[in-house]
């Protein structure tokens, strides 16, 4: 194709919860156990989505918390955000609450095109939060949600074709 669509979008999330495994288990097709947890990268892959190829420039941020500042780098020229938090951590929901928060002040809106995702759903012994706790606060925000496990390739396909379905809404709304 010659010019797919692009469409940059930013991994964000407490620390730990998965935001690196889940990007690259879904553009490498791979679990990596540990990743060095403070680096920020960025990914391409072209997604297909609905006949169309879309070029997708994924950034995998190093994570934030109460006390983060979010940079332009962040919410300038981003088209959607991937909000992770775990499942087995009630504060890392805590925190995603915080981050939107943070995210819609910096870009001076009352909503972006965003997917909440619950990560780790494979340590279900661990689990501090239901579904229901996240699919509850993706609703009041108007957001898809989503439970995953980096450790299963189709989930983490699942995720960012809800990222494009809610990008490619809000820019062309039905
Ligand atoms: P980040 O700081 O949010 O980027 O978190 P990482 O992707 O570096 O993951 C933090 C730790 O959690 C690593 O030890 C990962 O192997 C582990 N991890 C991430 N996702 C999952 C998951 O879905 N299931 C399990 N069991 N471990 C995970
Ligand atoms: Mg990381």
Same mark, same amino acid.
């Given at each position: 194709?010659?010019?797919?669509? @692009?469409?940059? !979008?930013?991994?964000? &999330?407490a620390p730990a919860v998965g935001k690196s495994s889940l990007t690259i288990q879904f553009v490498e097709n791979h679990f990596? =156990? @540990? *990743? *060095?947890?403070? !680096?920020?990268?960025a990914y391409n892959k072209v997604i297909r989505f609905r006949g169309q190829e879309i070029a997708a420039e994924i950034i $995998?941020?190093? &994570?934030? $918390?109460?006390?983060?500042?979010? @940079?332009?780098?962040?919410?300038?020229? !981003?088209h959607g955000y991937v909000l992770v938090y775990s499942i087995t951590s009630r504060q890392s929901l805590?925190?995603?609450?915080?981050?939107?928060?943070? !995210?819609?002040?910096?870009? &001076?809106? $009352? @909503?972006?095109?965003?997917?909440?995702? &619950?990560?780790?759903? =494979?340590l279900h012994m661990q689990r501090q939060l239901t579904p229901e706790d996240g699919r509850d606060l993706a609703s009041k925000w108007g957001c898809s949600w989503i439970e995953a496990s980096a450790k299963l390739h189709e989930t983490t396909t699942r995720i960012f074709d809800l990222m494009i379905a809610e990008i490619e809404k809000s820019i062309n709304p039905d």
């Open positions: 194709m010659a010019n797919p669509k @692009s469409r940059t !979008i930013v991994v964000c &999330g990596v =156990d @540990s *990743y *060095y947890p403070t !680096i920020q990268s $995998d941020t190093a &994570g934030q $918390d109460e006390h983060s500042i979010l @940079s332009s780098t962040h919410t300038v020229g !981003i805590e925190l995603a609450k915080l981050i939107r928060e943070k !995210i819609l002040n910096f870009k &001076g809106t $009352d @909503s972006v095109p965003m997917v909440l995702v &619950g990560n780790k759903t =494979d």
